[in-house]
């Protein structure tokens, strides 16, 4: 099989059968993203323990990119420190954005999503997901 068929199965796999997808309850942050320019949507709940991503979950609709991205990254955080996550996000948004300076160590499943790059318009929807846990981030540093 070759890798762009896997990176293909990976993500239609987490767009047909989302992981964590939901909401947590008693989450410590909430936080909506919504992608205008195609109509994206999600809202991210993410529950703490000693600065520790405890539990995450999202909700809400859009593309295959935008629904496969946030359950994989909800996997890929889970268990991590804020300062992880945070590291995460940031080789993410490099590589989904063609910067070729990336952490290929830190992508496992992420590693799919790295041809979104030649297709300027979808790296939003890779996006949306991973910006609204910066902005939960930068919430919980203040």
């Known amino acids: 099989m070759a890798l762009d068929e ?3 199965e990976i993500i239609l796999d987490h767009y047909k059968h989302p992981r964590n997808h939901g909401t947590i309850e008693n989450a410590d942050v909430k936080i909506p993203g919504k ?3 195609c109509g994206d949507e999600i809202i991210l709940s993410i529950k703490l323990k000693d600065n520790i991503v405890e539990d995450v979950a999202f909700e809400g609709n859009g593309c295959a990119i935008s629904q496969a ?3 994989v990254m909800t996997e890929q955080i889970k268990g991590k ?7 995460l996000f940031e080789e993410f948004s ?3 954005k063609g910067d070729i300076d990336f952490d290929e ?5 992420l590693a799919a999503f790295q041809g979104v790059c030649e297709f300027p318009t979808r790296v939003k929807c890779a996006l949306l997901s991973w910006n609204a846990l910066k902005k939960a981030l930068e919430q919980k540093n203040k």
């Open 6 to 8: 896997l990176y293909q």
């Open 35 to 37: 992608n205008p320019f």
């Open 69 to 71: 991205s946030a359950s």
């Open 81 to 87: 420190t804020l300062p992880e996550a945070k590291e």
């Open 94 to 96: 490099k590589m989904v």
């Open 105 to 109: 160590g830190k992508m496992d499943e």
